[in-house]
């Protein structure tokens, strides 16, 4: 029971600790060499990505058009992101502007000896074998590659989150403490003065078989 007790509680946070490593936004610094549009054909991974232009929802398509966005870090890596919008689902990112962000993102692009470093914020994972990439949400210039972005909004959303769940295990402790604990007891001194009067009974039967062995 104890070995279920925790594979279910690791398996809970790992969960937890991935949708939000998915979901919270990301800044890389990268040097943008080109855009494109492709027609991807959706089928495993579905899930990791948005939907269509808000403005042509409707039935839902196993191919469509979706746009990307060509990069490479200053260490010479490149990296591949989408611009999709996000619409009203999820993650709440109400991005609506999908085709504005693309041009912006073409007129940015610079070669590798003129290099335009710019700053994309964006959320999702890359992984390569199942053809995953992490979703562009917004694009700003910046000086240099030692650019260092501070992720504001995860740091107030984390402790915000941090200091919801601590409240919750706080209030959660002192019902058990008030509640569930006096009953466990009960119920433990229940069974304690039901054993004790089982084994009262035994004696008692035992001392009589124990005056007919004397006879």
């Not at 990296?79 to 073409?106: C, H, I």
């Not at 009960?186 to 009589?208: F, N, P, Q, V």
């Amino acid at each position: 029971m104890v070995y279920v007790k925790w594979v279910f509680t690791i398996t809970f946070w790992v969960l937890f600790v991935s949708v939000l490593h998915y979901t919270l936004p990301q800044h890389d610094v990268v040097r943008i060499v080109g855009t494109d549009v492709r027609r991807v054909d959706f089928g495993e991974n579905s899930l990791f990505w948005a939907q269509q232009d808000t403005a042509q929802e409707g039935a839902t398509r196993i191919n469509r058009d979706v746009r990307f966005v060509e990069t490479f870090y200053e260490n010479g890596r490149p990296m591949v992101f989408r611009n999709e919008d996000t619409g009203w689902g999820w993650p709440p990112y109400f991005k609506l502007d999908s085709s504005n962000l693309q041009a912006e993102l073409t007129d940015l692009a610079s070669t590798k000896a003129d290099p335009q470093w710019v700053v994309l914020r964006h959320y999702g994972w890359r992984n390569e074998f199942y053809s995953i990439y992490p979703n562009t949400v917004a694009v700003k210039p910046v000086d240099g590659p030692d650019y260092s972005a501070i992720n504001w909004f995860n740091i107030v959303f984390l402790t915000l989150l941090a200091a919801f769940f601590w409240a919750i295990y706080v209030r959660w402790r002192r019902f058990r403490k008030a509640r569930i604990d006096p009953v466990i007891e009960d119920m433990e001194d229940s069974l304690y003065a039901a054993g004790d009067a089982i084994s009262e009974k035994r004696s008692g039967m035992r001392r009589w078989l124990d005056t007919w062995k004397k006879k």
